[in-house]
C-alpha cells in the first residue's frame, strides 16, 4: 500500500489547523444551527481550512473582479484528469457533462429527464435523508430497497424493487449513493456491474450520486458506476464540494454514459444558469491543483476513525460503529444503549453534542445516529465525552 503524507512536514495538516474559538465565528448551517453550547458533529461540513490552490483561484478572481456567469468546461476537463488518475477511468468524456447548481438539484434534473410524476424511484436506505424529501418533493414514489446487514447493497432485495418498480406504468430510476452515506459503504465493480445488468434488465434507469467519491480512505479502491460494464444508459453527478468542503461555492457536474448522451442533451438550458462561477473556478482549482491537501485530510480523516474506535471502546462500549471505507461520517448502531429510536436527541439535551439522528436515513435508521469525523482530534474526544456524559 502506497503511505499517504500527512501533509508538508512540520504542517499540522487540515484537520488539526482549526480550534474551537475560529469555527465558532463560521455562520454556517454546522455552527449556527444549535446554540454555542452544542458541540456540532452533525451536517458534512469539515473542520478545514480551504485548500491553498482553492483560496488561491477565488480570490484572483475576485481581485480581477471575475464574478459574471460560468463559461467553458474547465471543471469537466478537470474531473475528467482527476477520474483518470485517481480512479483509473479514462472514459469521463467532457462532451457528456453538464454543469448543475449541486448535486442535489442535479440529481433532481437527472431524474426529471428519466422518470415522470408519478414514477418510482428506488432507493437503499439507511440513505442521506434529501434522497426522500427531493424525490417526493417532485412527485415521485419512493421505494425502499434497504442495505443488508452488513450494509451492503443486497442485490436480491434490489432486484425485488426493480421488479415491482418496471411492473407500473411509469419508467423507474434507481438512485445510487456511491460511496454510500451514511454508512461509508465503498460499492465494489463486482456489485455495480450486477446493478448495472439488473437496471438493464427491468428498464430501470440509474442516477448514481458520487459527490464523496474524492472522501475514500486510503488503500481503498472507488469504481465510478459509469466505468462498469453495461453502465452505459447511465447518469452520475460528481463535485468537489464535499472533498474540499466547498458545498457554500455551488456548482457540480452531471455526467452520461454514452448511452444517455441524448437524455442529458435534453437538459434544459436554464439549469446551466444555477452555477455559480466562483463555484466553477473553486471546484476546479480543487480538482487540477488541490489533491496534495486531499491526501493529507484522507489520512487524518483515517486516524480520527481509528480515534473513534478507541475513544467509543473505553467510552461507549456498547455502541458499534460499523467500519466505513469512504465519506468522513461515522455510522453508529446505539441500539443496545436503549435510548430509543432517536439516540442523537438524547446526546443533544443531555450531552450538549450534535449528531444527525437515524431515523430521517429511511429503514435502518431508528436507533441510529451519524457522526462527522471531519474535525480535530481533540474536538472528537470532547464529542464522544459528551456522548458518554450524557448517559450517567
Ligand atoms: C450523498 C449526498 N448527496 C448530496 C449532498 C449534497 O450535495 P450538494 O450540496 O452538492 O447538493 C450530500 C451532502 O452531504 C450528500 O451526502
Not at 52 to 71: C, I, M, S
Not at 72 to 96: I, Q
Not at 113 to 125: A, K, R, Y
Not at 351 to 365: E, I, K, T
Request: proline fraction near 9%.
Amino acid at each position: 500500500m502506497t503511505s499517504i503524507p500527512h501533509g508538508t512536514p512540520g504542517e499540522p495538516g487540515p484537520l488539526r489547523t482549526l480550534g474551537l474559538e475560529r469555527l465558532r465565528r463560521r455562520t454556517s448551517m454546522k455552527w449556527r444551527t444549535y446554540p454555542d453550547d452544542v458541540l456540532p458533529l452533525w451536517v458534512a461540513e469539515m473542520d478545514v481550512p480551504l485548500a491553498e490552490p482553492v483560496v488561491r483561484a477565488v480570490t484572483d478572481a475576485l481581485a480581477l473582479g471575475d464574478t459574471g456567469y460560468p463559461a467553458g468546461t474547465a471543471y469537466a476537463e478537470a474531473l475528467a484528469v482527476f477520474a483518470a488518475e485517481r480512479w483509473n477511468w479514462d472514459g469521463l468524456a467532457v462532451e457528456r457533462t453538464a454543469i448543475v447548481p449541486d448535486v442535489m438539484l442535479g440529481v433532481v434534473e437527472m431524474l426529471k429527464l428519466v422518470t415522470g410524476p408519478g414514477d418510482p424511484v428506488v432507493v437503499n436506505p439507511p440513505v442521506y435523508p434529501p434522497f426522500f424529501q427531493f424525490a417526493e418533493r417532485m412527485d415521485r414514489r419512493v421505494v425502499q430497497a434497504p442495505l443488508d446487514a452488513g450494509l451492503r447493497i443486497d442485490l436480491a432485495g434490489l432486484e425485488e424493487a426493480f421488479q415491482e418498480a418496471a411492473t407500473g406504468p411509469g419508467r423507474a430510476a434507481y438512485l445510487l449513493c456511491s460511496p454510500h452515506n451514511p454508512t461509508g459503504t465503498v460499492h465494489t465493480a463486482a456489485e455495480l456491474t450486477a446493478v448495472a445488468s439488473l437496471a438493464e434488465r427491468y428498464g430501470v434507469r440509474v442516477v448514481a450520486d458520487e459527490i464523496h467519491a474524492p472522501l475514500v480512505a486510503p488503500g481503498v479502491t472507488f469504481v465510478p458506476y459509469l466505468a462498469v460494464p453495461g453502465a452505459a444508459r447511465g447518469l452520475s453527478l460528481l463535485s468537489a464540494s464535499k472533498g474540499w468542503n466547498l458545498a457554500g461555492l455551488k456548482a457540480a457536474l452531471a455526467v452520461a454514459g454514452p448511452e444517455a448522451a441524448a437524455d442529458l442533451a435534453r437538459l434544459p438550458e436554464e439549469v446551466s444558469h444555477g452555477p455559480s462561477h466562483l463555484g466553477v473556478i473553486a471546484h476546479t482549482a480543487a480538482l487540477r491543483d488541490g489533491t496534495a491537501w486531499l491526501d493529507a485530510l484522507l489520512a487524518q480523516l483515517r486516524d480520527n476513525r481509528r480515534l473513534l474506535t478507541g475513544l467509543l471502546a473505553e467510552h461507549l462500549p456498547a455502541i458499534r460503529a460499523y467500519p466505513a471505507e469512504a465519506t468522513c461520517l461515522a455510522w453508529l448502531d446505539c441500539r443496545a444503549l436503549g435510548l430509543g429510536d432517536d439516540p442523537a436527541q438524547v446526546f443533544l439535551d443531555r450531552g450538549r453534542v450534535a449528531l444527525s439522528p437515524g431515523p430521517p436515513f429511511g429503514a435502518g435508521g431508528a436507533g441510529h445516529a451519524r457522526l462527522n469525523l471531519a474535525t480535530s482530534p481533540a474536538i472528537l474526544t470532547e464529542g464522544v465525552r459528551r456522548m458518554a456524559a450524557s448517559l450517567r
